[in-house]
C-alpha cells in the first residue's frame, strides 16, 4: 500500500481506491502532489502533477515558490503566505524554522496513541503507516509526520510528532493534525452548525478566496460548530461526484479551515485551535497531535457516510458495545428532573419494565444535596434523603425488576455548594485574582491536573464498584472560562485546554478499561461534544437536550453524515415537548426515534392506557427489528433542511428488512402526489412494502424508480401537521 520511488523520492500511498502522493523537492521540503481517486504514476508523472509539464524549470531556483508549492506541512515565515501547518517559537522569539527530510519508515498497522482516541486496526494487514521524519537542525527538533492508509477505506488517517532535543526550549505555537493542499478550489464547504437545542443545522456554501473556517475555543468542540466538514463539487450528489469528508478525533478546541489563494489553490488546515494554544517543549520531551481522518469519495455522499459509519463502528469505537444491539432504556430526567425519592424512581423503572424497557437511567439529582442546579455537583455519593438505600441498593433493586440499571454523572464539574469545593477550593479552573464565571452556578474542575482527575477517579469508581452499573451517561454542561491552572508556570498555561482533554480522556481510559461492561454515553447539554474522539470511548452520544419530532428529523439527518446511527442517542419525550411546546403524535416521535440508540424519556405511568400499550408495541416492534435501525446501511432521501418533509431510510444487513421514515411538518389540503423514491434494495428482488396498514408487493427497482406513491392527505388522515409514516419493506423469500 505505501512505495517510495528512490529515483523520484516519491511516496505513493494508495489501496484500490485511493492515491495519496508527495514527493521530495530538491530542498528535502515534501511537497503534495495528489490525493483523490486511484492513479498510476510513472517517473516522469509527478513533475507534471506538481507545476505543471512546462513551468516546472522556470519555477525552480531562488523564485518566491514557496507560495505555490502544494505543501504537505506548511511552515511559517519563509515565503508561504497561506496559514500554516505549525508555528514554533524560539526562546529568542524567532518563529521561522526548517524542517527537512532525514528518514523514513513504514510499518504495517497503526499504533496507538491513547488516552488520546484515535482508528485503530485488529489485525496489523489491514492498514500500512508511514511515518516520515523532517528535522529542524537549529533547534535540534524531530517533526513526524504520520499517515495511514486502510486497505479497504478510501481514508488516510494523519497526525504528527514533535521530538525535541536542544538545549533552549522550544514552544509550539500552532499545531494542525493535517494539512492537504488541494489543487483547486471549485468545492462547497458544508459543516454541521447550531447552537444547543438546535444542533447540527447544515450550512454549506462556495468556497471563495480568503479563510473559510469553523472553529472552537470553548474547550469543548461544541454545539456551534461540529468538528467535521466536507467539500465536495458543486455538482456532487448524493449519489455521484466527487467530495472529501474531514472529521478531527479530538472533544477539545479545534479548527477547521480551507484557505483559498487567489490562484485557486486550496489549503485545508485540521488541528486544535491555535487560540490560548502554546506547548513548551524541553529536551527529551515530545508532543503528540490528535488524529485527523479525511475520506474520499467519487461516488457521491451517500458512499462516503457509509464507509464513515462502518470505519467508525469498526475501527474508533472500543467499547463491546461498538456493534451489539443498544439496550432501549427509560430516563427518568424529563419525567422528575431532581425531584424524585426512591419509591417514585421504582414506580417509574417498574413501569419501564412492564412498557419491555431493557435498562432504567437514573439521571441528574441523586448525589450529594443535588436537589436543584446551585448544589452537590462534585460529591458523589448517594443522597440518602432521596435514596435511603443508596445506589448499590437502588441498583438492586432495578436489577431485581429483571432491567440493567444506569446511572448519570457530570465528572468535569462542580459547584461551590458542595463538599467537594469546601475542601479543594483549588481544584477549579481560575486564573487568580479574576472573577470567575459560572453558568448553571457550576464551575469547571481543572482536569489538566493529574491529582484533580484521579480524586473524581477514586469517588465514580467506589459508586461504580458497589452498585449494579450497567450504563453511564456522563454529561458536560457549560464551557471553560478563566482557563488557568493554579500548579502550572506562568510558560506553561498555554497547555491547560489541551491538557484538560487529555485529563478527560485519560479518565474515561481508566474507567472504561476497568468496567468494559458498562455502555458509555457522551452528553454535553445535549450534542455539544458529539464528536469523533468521544465515539473512541462513548459508543452513543445524547444528540441533543431537544427531543421534539420535528426538530429531531434534522438533528438526526445532519448527524448521518459522519456518524454511525448507533450512536445517536434517540429517545420518544412527553407532550408537550419541553424544549418547544410542540405536540406530536406518540408514534411520529416513536417513528424518528427509532433511527438511534432508542429509548424514553418520560415517566410512563402518566400516559393513558391506549398510549402504554402503544408504547409497549413500539418497544417489542423495535427489539425485533432494532439491527436494521441502528446497523442497517442507512440513506437519506429527503432533506429536512430544504422541504416542508423529510425522509431517511435503512437496509438490513442481509437485505431482508429495511424502513424508511416519511416526515411531513406541514399539512397543505390537497396537494400534488409525492414519489418516495427508496434506495439501497436488490432490483429484481420482490418486497412487501407495509404503509398505514396496507400491503402491496413491488419490484426492488420500482421502489428504487418510480417510487411509493401517496399525497399529504394520507398522512393528515394519520396526523396532519408534524406526522412521521414508517415505511416496512420485506423481502419476499422464494
Ligand atoms: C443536560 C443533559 C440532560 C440532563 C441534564 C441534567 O442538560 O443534556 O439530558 O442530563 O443535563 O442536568
Redesign the pocket.
Known amino acids: 500500500m505505501i512505495t517510495f520511488n528512490t529515483t523520484t523520492k516519491t511516496f505513493h500511498l494508495s489501496n484500490k481506491q485511493i492515491s495519496y502522493i508527495m514527493q521530495l523537492d530538491e530542498n528535502k521540503h515534501l511537497v503534495h502532489l495528489y490525493f483523490a481517486k486511484k492513479i498510476h504514476i510513472t517517473d516522469d508523472d509527478n513533475n507534471q502533477l506538481l507545476f505543471g509539464h512546462l513551468d516546472y524549470q522556470y519555477f525552480k531556483g531562488d523564485r518566491l515558490v514557496n507560495s505555490y508549492k502544494a505543501k504537505e506541512y506548511g511552515s511559517y515565515g519563509t515565503g508561504d503566505f497561506r496559514e500554516p501547518a505549525f508555528v514554533i517559537r524560539q526562546e529568542n522569539g524567532s518563529k521561522i524554522s526548517d524542517f527537512s527530510y532525514v528518514s523514513h519508515e513504514v510499518y504495517q498497522g497503526k499504533k496507538s496513541i491513547e488516552p488520546l482516541p484515535a482508528l485503530y486496526v485488529e489485525e496489523e494487514q489491514e492498514a500500512e503507516t508511514l511515518a516520515i521524519t523532517l528535522h529542524d537542525s537549529l533547534t535540534d527538533t524531530d517533526l513526524i509526520l504520520y499517515y495511514t492508509i486502510y486497505r479497504d477505506y478510501p481514508v488516510i488517517a494523519r497526525r504528527v510528532e514533535f521530538i525535541h532535543q536542544g538545549k533552549e526550549p522550544i514552544h509550539i505555537e500552532r499545531v494542525m493534525s493535517m494539512q492537504l493542499d488541494l489543487a483547486d478550489s471549485d468545492y462547497e464547504f458544508i459543516h454541521f452548525s447550531g447552537a444547543w437545542g438546535r444542533e447540527k443545522q447544515i450550512v454549506s456554501s462556495k468556497l471563495r478566496w480568503g479563510n473559510q473556517s469553523i472553529a472552537s475555543t470553548k474547550g469543548v468542540s461544541s454545539a456551534e460548530h461540529n468538528p467535521s466538514f466536507i467539500l465536495k463539487r458543486p455538482d456532487t450528489t448524493e449519489d455521484a461526484g466527487e467530495a472529501y469528508g474531514f472529521a478531527f478525533v479530538y472533544s477539545g478546541n479545534f479548527l477547521c479551515e480551507a484557505d483559498v489563494s487567489t490562484f485557486n489553490q486550496c489549503r485545508v488546515n485540521v488541528g486544535i485551535h491555535p487560540v490560548n494554544f502554546s506547548w513548551k517543549l524541553c529536551a527529551g520531551e515530545q508532543f503528540v497531535s490528535p488524529e485527523a481522518i479525511v475520506m474520499y469519495s467519487d461516488t457521491g455522499l451517500t458512499p462516503m457516510s457509509h464507509n464513515f459509519h462502518r470505519l467508525f463502528t469498526h475501527r474508533l469505537c472500543r467499547s463491546q458495545y461498538r456493534n451489539t444491539d443498544r439496550p432501549i432504556l427509560l430516563n427518568n430526567?424529563e419525567a422528575t428532573e431532581m425531584t424524585f425519592d426512591e419509591e417514585k424512581i421504582m414506580s417509574i423503572a417498574q413501569k419501564a419494565k412492564e412498557a419491555g424497557a431493557e435498562l432504567f437511567v437514573l439521571?441528574?439529582g441523586w448525589f450529594g444535596t443535588r436537589n436543584d442546579e446551585t448544589q452537590g455537583l462534585g460529591d458523589w455519593f448517594a443522597n440518602t434523603t432521596k435514596l435511603p438505600s443508596g445506589i448499590s441498593g437502588l441498583s438492586e433493586k432495578v436489577a431485581e425488576l429483571g432491567i440493567g440499571f444506569g446511572l448519570?454523572f457530570?465528572p468535569e464539574m462542580v459547584n461551590k455548594n458542595s463538599q467537594l469545593y469546601k475542601s479543594h477550593p483549588d481544584y477549579l479552573l481560575q486564573t487568580e485574582n479574576r472573577h470567575g464565571h459560572s453558568f448553571r452556578y457550576q464551575y469547571v474542575l481543572d482536569f489538566s491536573r493529574d491529582d484533580v482527575v484521579n480524586y473524581i477517579y477514586q469517588q465514580m469508581k467506589a459508586i461504580i464498584s458497589t452498585a449494579k452499573i450497567n450504563y453511564i451517561?456522563w454529561?458536560m454542561?457549560r464551557y471553560l472560562t478563566e482557563v488557568y491552572n493554579v500548579t502550572l508556570p506562568p510558560d506553561e498555561q498555554g497547555k491547560v485546554f489541551h491538557k484538560y482533554m487529555l485529563g478527560v480522556y485519560s479518565l474515561y481510559q481508566r474507567l472504561t478499561q476497568e468496567f468494559p461492561d458498562i455502555l458509555f454515553e457522551s452528553?454535553?447539554?445535549?450534542g455539544a461534544r458529539f464528536d469523533a474522539g468521544l465515539l473512541y470511548y462513548a459508543p452513543q452520544t445524547?444528540a441533543s437536550?431537544n427531543t421534539d419530532a420535528n426538530d429531531r428529523v434534522a438533528i438526526q439527518y445532519a448527524n448521518s453524515f459522519f456518524y454511525p446511527i448507533c450512536s445517536h442517542g434517540a429517545h420518544v419525550s412527553a407532550v408537550p415537548n419541553q424544549q418547544t411546546t410542540r405536540t406530536t403524535d406518540i408514534q411520529t416521535r416513536a417513528n424518528i426515534a427509532y433511527f438511534g440508540a432508542f429509548g424514553y424519556e418520560l415517566d410512563l405511568n402518566e400516559l393513558s392506557k391506549e398510549e402504554f400499550e402503544v408504547v409497549q408495541q413500539q418497544i417489542a416492534f423495535y427489539k425485533e427489528n432494532r439491527t436494521v435501525f441502528q446497523y442497517g446501511t442507512y440513506y437519506r432521501l429527503v432533506s429536512p433542511f430544504e422541504n416542508n418533509v423529510g425522509s431517511f431510510m435503512t437496509v438490513a444487513p442481509d437485505g431482508s428488512k429495511a424502513f424508511a421514515v416519511y416526515y411531513q411538518r406541514l399539512y397543505k389540503p390537497n396537494t400534488e402526489f409525492i414519489n418516495l423514491k427508496l434506495k439501497g434494495l436488490e432490483a429484481e428482488t420482490k418486497y412487501q412494502v407495509s404503509l398505514l396498514g396496507v400491503d402491496k408487493t413491488y419490484y426492488g427497482d420500482y421502489l428504487m424508480n418510480a417510487g411509493i406513491s401517496f399525497n399529504s392527505s394520507h398522512i393528515a388522515r394519520n396526523g396532519g401537521d408534524f406526522t412521521a409514516l414508517l415505511v416496512e419493506v420485506t423481502r419476499i423469500e422464494l
Do not use: A, Y
Not at 452528553?523 to 445535549?526: D, L, R
Open positions: 430526567w439521571d441528574d448519570w457530570e451517561k454529561d454542561n452528553c454535553s447539554s445535549g445524547w437536550d
